[in-house]
T-cell receptor, first 116, second 114 residues
Framework: GAVVSQHPSWVICKSGTSVKIECRSL??????MFWYRQFPKQSLMLMAT?????????EQGVEKDKFLINHASLTLSTLTVTSAHPEDSSFYIC????????????FGPGTRLTVL | AQSVTQLDSQVPVFEEAPVELRCNYS??????LFWYVQYPNQGLQLLLK??????LVESINGFEAEFNKSQTSFHLRKPSVHISDTAEYFC????????????FGGGTRVLVKP
């Protein structure tokens, strides 16, 4: 498997501010990372696919200008929630893929965002 | 496009009793199948997966799942559950041609009672 970390594990911010969430692959280089959001008692919804060195691919309905993704290195991808609103409050989880198109994803522990 | 249906949103079960979590999928192409477990306020952990070969796959902690192509199912079973198995379980599928992006079912919450 792969070890994936996220920072912070939880964050509370005021409405209108921006929040950055980091996803790190600790023990191997990840060409591809994924970002998901999970509302309480619901399943995971894929937000975007993050590829190192290129622009992220967003799923339909996800605002790319609101959820900025940067995958500047093979071990780090960041998700920035810009001008956060209470409806952005959610559990954000990243995952990594062991190689392009590899069959299995390994998940980080998640970041709980609460926007007041 | 693929879809995954987990028929039971919640399954209460007594400790040491068996449990089965149902998962059905829909896809026009071959898929890979996964079961992930999520403990409270944590990310997902891979429980087991089916890629090819034997249709019965097992995890190290006593879970097993069987791929049934004709019924498009991948049900998860454990013959005797422990309190520590209390968690949310997600079934997911991916398609190699689509970069193996995962499509998740709605999840099944397992509550093991003493």
């Amino acid at each position: 498997g792969a070890v994936v970390s996220q920072h912070p594990s939880w964050v509370i911010c005021k409405s209108g501010t921006s929040v950055k969430i980091e996803c790190r692959s600790l023990d191997f280089q990840a060409t591809t990372m994924f970002w998901y959001r999970q509302f309480p008692k619901q399943s995971l919804m894929l937000m975007a696919t993050s590829n190192e060195g290129s622009k992220a691919t967003y799923e339909q309905g996800v605002e790319k200008d609101k959820f900025l993704i940067n995958h500047a290195s093979l071990t780090l991808s960041t998700l920035t929630v810009t001008s956060a609103h209470p409806e952005d409050s959610s559990f954000y989880i990243c995952s990594v893929q062991l190689g392009l198109g590899a069959d299995t994803q390994y998940f980080g522990p998640g970041t709980r965002l609460t926007v007041l | 496009a693929q879809s995954v249906t987990q028929l039971d949103s919640q399954v209460p079960v007594f400790e040491e009793a068996p449990v089965e979590l149902r998962c059905n999928y829909s896809s026009s192409v071959s898929v890979y199948l996964f079961w992930y477990v999520q403990y409270p306020n944590q990310g997902l952990q891979l429980l087991l997966k089916y890629l090819s070969g034997s249709t019965l796959v097992e995890s190290i902690n006593g879970f097993e799942a069987e791929f049934n192509k004709s019924q498009t199912s991948f049900h998860l079973r454990k013959p005797s559950v422990h309190i520590s198995d209390t968690a949310e379980y997600f079934c997911a599928v991916s398609v190699k041609a689509a970069g193996n992006k995962l499509t998740f079912g709605g999840g099944t919450r397992v509550l093991v009672k003493p």
